[in-house]
């Protein structure tokens, strides 16, 4: 069964810091990837995706992430955090038979 | 567009009761899920439904039952609950199991 692995749980930044929060996947097929975001009290919602094409994906509000094949890699960037990016963040890898989430980081901002 | 509703949006049980926790969407997905999302754990993946009358087993199904008689709606069922089911239980829809899922709100479920 494929994983997904986050490295970093817990993400404490102060405002205009950058960003990078790593996430893995162990499956070796084709995959489709997924940041999803919570923001306190709120559902998730998808932050960004790959599906094939361009590796480097934007999502909304300045979120980036880089698709690294020969790393089984997905990380994902943002060049200056807000007070308001204060949320939890879960990396998702799908095929066509399997959905695994992430453990999740939670990044906290700093004003 | 209501999008995906989720309800209650609290419960308490006691060990051993038994409730149905409702999902609904409107937005015509074929493929509906249900996950438990656990402190350090992420979402992991319950039941899933392709289809009206065709569900299968996620990854941690024990405890819980689904069906789906309809495309909008996917209720899971606790058959007796017990602690180890205390989480937050989220339905998502979406066109299918690779694309991009969309969340209720959730349910927080307290067994004691």
């Known amino acids: 069964a494929q994983s997904v692995s986050q490295h970093n749980h817990h993400v404490i930044l102060s405002e205009a810091a950058s960003l990078e929060l790593g996430c893995n996947y162990s499956?070796?097929?084709?995959?489709?990837l997924f940041w999803y975001v919570q923001y306190p009290g709120q559902h998730l919602q998808l932050l960004l995706k790959y599906f094939s094409g361009d590796p480097l994906v934007k999502g909304i509000k300045g979120f980036e992430a880089e698709f690294i094949k020969s790393k089984f890699s997905f990380n994902l960037r943002k060049p200056s955090v807000q007070w308001s990016d204060t949320a939890e963040y879960f990396c998702a890898v799908s095929n066509n038979n399997d959905m695994r989430f992430g453990a999740g980081t939670r990044l906290t901002v700093k004003p | 567009n209501a999008g995906v509703t989720q309800t209650p949006k609290f419960q308490v049980l006691k060990t051993g009761q038994s409730m149905t926790l409702q999902c609904a969407q409107d937005?015509?997905?074929?493929?509906m899920s249900w996950y438990r999302q656990d402190p350090g754990m992420g979402l992991r993946l319950i039941h899933y439904?392709?289809?009206?009358?065709?569900?299968d087993q996620g990854e941690v199904p024990n405890g819980y039952n689904v069906s789906r008689s309809t495309t909008e709606d996917f209720p899971l069922r606790l058959l007796s609950a017990a602690p180890s089911q205390t989480s937050v239980y989220f339905c998502?829809?979406?066109?299918?199991?690779?694309?991009?899922?969309?969340f209720g709100p959730g349910t927080r479920l307290t067994v004691l």
């Open positions: 998502a829809s979406s066109y299918g199991l690779a694309d991009t899922q969309y």
């Open positions: 439904s392709v289809g009206a009358g065709i569900t």
């Open positions: 499956y070796g097929g084709t995959v489709n």
């Open positions: 937005m015509n997905h074929e493929y």
